[in-house]
Structures are given as C-alpha cells and as structure tokens.
C-alpha cells in the first residue's frame, strides 16, 4: 500500500511551477466571488448564485493546486528518507 501511495504522491508532485499556478489562479477566482458578493448590495439572485458558483468552484481550484503542492513536497520527503535509509544501509 505504501509503494500505491508514494507512486500518486510522485505523480501529483511532479509538477510543482504548474500546482503553484493552479493555487493561485483559484485564489484570484476566490477573490473575485467575494467581490462579486461585495457587488451584489441590491440583492440580484442572478449575481448572487454567479458568485457562491465561482467561490464554490475557485475553492475546488485552490484544493487540487495546494494538493500538487503538498505532494510535491511529501515526494522530496519520502525521497530524502529513502536516500539516508540506503545511504545507512551502506555503512
């Protein structure tokens, strides 16, 4: 189970650069239901459910950028301990 584990760690975490974008697009797209809501002061459904559809899906956004992210750094993790545990193998 820890070989399935670390192999969708590496396979999520390879692409850091491209996590880091995707978090942040989707906290701009955050922002911007919130402003959206801020907008909204007349009390229009229309833009209300637009900007609770784009903070809902901007948090979707965020979670699979900031997923890419922690992988990415569970992946150097896991991959530092193997390198110390064949490195004391060695000795």
Known sequence: MFEKIKRYTYILGSYPQ????IFFSGLA????GIAVLWYN????N???ISGVV???????????GWIGIFAHRAS??????????KLNKRL
Do not use: C, D, P, Y
Not at 41 to 44: D, I, K, M, P, S
Not at 76 to 85: D, P, T, V
């Open 18 to 21: 491209q996590s880091l974008r």
């Open 29 to 32: 797209a955050f922002i911007f």
């Open 41 to 44: 002061q007349e009390a229009v």
């Open 46 to 48: 229309w833009i209300a």
């Open 54 to 64: 784009i903070i809902s899906l901007a948090v979707l956004i965020t979670l699979v």
């Open 76 to 85: 150097q993790i896991i991959h530092r301990a193997e390198q110390a545990r």
